[in-house]
């Protein structure tokens, strides 16, 4: 798949809108058989006669990285087109376009309801489940792998979610400060993932006094 799609990024550069994509499928079909086959695999939809959606569906896939393409070719799941599975994170938010083998698991445990969202998953669904790794980690209250700085960064990018700024900002904030902008996108993931167990950790917390008052 991937050997395909740098097939087609070979063509890179020779449209410049989409009314000269058309005229060159008319004279090629096999390539316009190719666009539609590796739209219909990894950006999961179907392609009419528009040429204006032949000259997206192009763009999209030669803008798509290797990695992606990978984990899309290994992906056991397809979820329906505009569908959105929400999380309380907001990195675990899932549409067809970030699907995963990883993240599909991760909220079909949560809620089996969410099934009727998918037009494809295993037959071991359950046997999956079983043995996934929980993308939680909720046994892991300290960050690992990161340098002190980077752990203060963490906390501090935590209690900035917390007040409701949202990642666009933090990210300005944190490239001023020097740190490298991939950087910033994995540790606000994580800080994401602290908010999250404090979240849960509140909650567990009233619902014990609660108890308590009861009894």
Do not use: W
């Not at 096999?30 to 950006?43: A, F």
């Not at 998953?121 to 990161?146: C, R």
Request: hydrophobic share 35%; with cysteine.
């Amino acid at each position: 798949m991937i050997n395909r799609v740098e097939k087609l990024k070979e063509l890179r550069g020779q449209f410049a809108n989409a009314r000269e994509l058309p005229a060159f499928l008319l004279k090629n079909n096999e390539v316009k058989k190719e666009i539609e086959t590796l739209t219909s695999s990894l950006l999961n939809r179907k392609l009419g006669g528009c040429g204006n959606c032949y000259f997206d569906a192009f763009i999209e896939l030669i803008l798509m990285n290797m990695e992606t393409i990978e984990k899309k070719t290994k992906c056991l799941f397809q979820l329906r087109r505009g569908a959105l599975l929400r999380d309380i994170d907001a990195s675990k938010n899932m549409t067809q376009s970030n699907v995963s083998n990883e993240l599909s698991i991760y909220h079909i445990k949560r809620n089996k309801n969410v099934l009727k969202y998918f037009t494809k998953y295993p037959d071991n669904i359950e046997d999956l489940m079983k043995n996934s790794e929980d993308l939680d980690a909720e046994n892991e209250t300290e960050p690992k792998g990161f340098t002190n700085e980077e752990k203060i960064a963490i906390d501090e990018i935590a209690k900035l979610m917390a007040n409701g700024v949202n990642r666009t900002n933090i990210r300005k904030e944190y490239v001023k400060k020097g740190f490298n902008s991939a950087r910033i996108t994995v540790l606000m993931d994580e800080a994401a993932k602290a908010v999250k167990q404090r979240i849960k950790s509140a909650q567990n917390e009233s619902k014990g006094t609660k108890k308590a008052k009861a009894i």
